[in-house]
C-alpha cells in the first residue's frame, strides 16, 4: 500500500489549503484513514481521522477550521484547512489503515508528509 499526498504550501494567516492522499497498490481493504502532523522540533501529532463509514473525529485545534473527508471509490482522503494560523505550519502526514491482501493483517500506512507553511 503506498500513500501519496499533494495540496501542500505557503499560505498566509487565514487563508486556506487543501490536502489529498490517495492510497495504492495492493489493496485488500482500506478502514481508518487521517492525518498527522509534526512541527519542527515536536512531536507527531493526530490532526483529523475519518472511518470507512465517513464518521470523522478531530483534534481540538482542528474543530471548525478543518475538515475531513473521503472517496472510499477513489481511495482517497482529504483534509480542508481553513482560517490557517502560523502554528499550523508543520509537515502533515497522511496514514490509513489497511490490508494489502486477503492474509494480511490490518497495518498502519504512512504518507510521504507535505509542508504546510502559514505565514504571519
Known amino acids: 500500500v503506498q500513500l501519496v499526498e499533494s495540496g501542500g504550501g505557503l499560505v498566509q494567516s487565514g487563508g486556506s489549503l487543501e490536502l489529498s492522499c490517495t492510497a495504492s497498490?495492493?489493496?485488500?481493504?482500506?478502514?481508518?484513514m487521517g492525518w498527522y502532523r509534526q512541527a519542527p522540533g515536536k512531536e507527531r501529532d493526530l490532526v483529523a481521522s475519518?472511518?470507512?463509514?465517513?464518521?470523522?473525529h478531530y483534534l481540538t485545534f482542528a474543530e471548525g477550521r478543518f475538515t475531513i473527508s473521503r472517496d472510499n471509490a477513489k481511495n482517497t482522503v482529504i483534509l480542508h484547512m481553513n482560517s490557517l494560523k502560523p502554528e499550523d505550519t508543520a509537515v502533515y502526514y497522511c496514514?490509513?489503515?489497511?490490508?494489502?491482501?486477503?492474509?494480511?493483517?490490518?497495518?498502519?500506512?504512512w504518507g510521504q508528509g507535505t509542508q504546510v507553511t502559514v505565514s504571519a
Open positions: 475519518i472511518a470507512r463509514d465517513e464518521i470523522a
Open positions: 496514514y490509513a489503515e489497511a490490508r494489502a491482501t486477503f492474509l494480511s493483517v490490518r497495518e498502519h500506512y
Open positions: 497498490g495492493s489493496i485488500f481493504s482500506l478502514g481508518e
